[in-house]
């Protein structure tokens, strides 16, 4: 296995060389920088019997909005570096992903948040693989 670092500090990502990231892997990588992101796989699993990952990605993003809380800026300092590693495994999926991972998070992340109203400033924040998925409609 391969130990990639995030530019965030948040931790390790584990991506197995030569064998792209599988949404399993891209959601423990997730859980493994957000306690509620965890806590949200636990009821999920439960919930569903099993992953769904693009129902799970709407969650991943629910969360990401609200560490962001458009207008309070003290939300985004406490959370900045959950957001920072969330942010930075969702670039490692798009950079290591298999297609179905990259599908994930470019339709069940980047196209349903550009509905939202904190996207803007998501927006600033994203990386440069995950911002091309904008670029390229």
Sequence with gaps: MTFV???FGAGLDRVPRGKPMNNLQLVESLCA???VLAE?????????????????????LARVGCCLAAGAN??????????????E???QGMAAGDRETRNV???SFVSD??????????KL???PRVLAQLQGR
């Excluded at 949200?40 to 769904?52: E, M």
Aim: net charge neutral.
């Design 125 to 127: 924040l994203l990386g």
């Design 113 to 122: 948040g550009e509905l939202e109203p904190f996207f803007s400033e998501l």
């Design 33 to 35: 920088v957000s306690t």
């Design 105 to 107: 998070i470019a339709i």
């Design 40 to 60: 949200t796989r636990r009821t999920h699993v439960k919930s569903f019997g099993t992953l769904v990952p693009h129902v799970f990605m709407s969650s991943v």
């Design 74 to 87: 003290k939300a985004i300092v406490d959370h900045r570096p959950e957001v920072a590693a969330i942010l």
């Design 89 to 91: 495994s969702l670039e």
């Design 5 to 7: 670092a995030s530019r």
